[in-house]
Structures are given as structure tokens and as C-alpha cells.
């Protein structure tokens, strides 16, 4: 058996104690407040997951948008880049052809009255590497061969004209006839010029 003693005087042994409701209540509010802090802080924490989580795959979205467009635009470019080529060797090629319509006008505009052509040559000098245009004609005087050649030079196109060749006919002292070599410009040099 057990027994019990208090040895306690009897003024202390009959008080009762007293309650610590108060504590308790600031310990239960200060709790609550806690977990109202954690809540709203992972409130937050979870809204901004969220958000940062859209965010992320509306940029991933962009990102991959842009990526077919910069693919689309690297193909263009690339085709733009070889269409230049075309055209940059279309246009070094016509650089190099004579300009016929512009040759045969300036022959038509250059003669005058009294040279008639009895043949036109188109050939190249293969030690100059250059073509030349050789026309074959008749007039009456040296004065009207030498009239046409500078209409000729003054056409803008031709570089060089050269008469090295005149002889009278067996008709006649009036009409002569000449050999009269053009070195025609290229396209290219004809706008330059």
C-alpha cells in the first residue's frame, strides 16, 4: 500500500491553483497565426509555381514559333541568295553580248547620204581577243567615208573605227569603195560610256 503525505502547511495544501487559461489562449492564437503565415505563404508560393509554369510554356510556345520562322526565313534567304546568282550571272553574261539592235541602228543612223553598205562581217580578232564589225560599202567621196566613221564613233557604240582599205572601182573615179573596221562595245560598256 502506498501512502501520500504532504508536508505542506495546511494555508497552501487547500489553495487551488491557479489556471493558465491565458497562456494557453496566446499559445492557440499564436499557432493560428502561424499556420494563417505558412498558409498564405504557400498560397503565394503555389499561385507563383503556377504562373512561372504558364509563363514558362507560353515562352517555350514563342521560342518554338520563332524557330520555324527563322527556318522559314533561312531557306528564303537561301533562295534569294541563289536567285541573286541567276540573276548576277544573267547580267554578267548580257554585259558581255553586243547590243544588235543598238549596233544596226547606229549603223542605219551614221551613214549618210551617198555611202551605201554592200556587206556586213562579224568577227573576232583572236590575238586581241576582241570582236570586230567590218563594213563593206561604196561612196562617192573620201570626205563621206570619213563623215560616216565619226558619226559612227560619236554613236556611243562603237570604241574604235579604222578605214584601212579604200579603192576606186573600174565603173568610175566617182564611186569608192572602203572597208571600214568597228570594235562594238559590249552592253556593259555601252551604258558606261
Known sequence: MIVKLDLRPESVKNVQPKKTRKMWLLMLCMFLFFICAVSYAWFIMVKDIF???????TLTYQIDSLNSVKAGLTSEL???ARQEAVYASSLSIMQQELPTIEIFDSIDRGLIKGVTLSGVHLGEDTRAKKIFLRLNGIAGVEDDIVESA???LLSGTFS???????????KGAEEL?????????????VGKK
Open 177 to 189: 569603195e572602203f572597208t571600214l573596221s568597228l570594235s562594238p562595245l559590249t552592253i556593259g560598256e
Open 78 to 80: 537561301g533562295r534569294l
Open 51 to 57: 504562373f512561372l509554369q504558364d509563363r514558362i510554356n
Open 160 to 170: 574604235v573605227a579604222e578605214v584601212p582599205k579604200i579603192t576606186r572601182t573600174e
Open 150 to 152: 565619226r558619226k559612227l
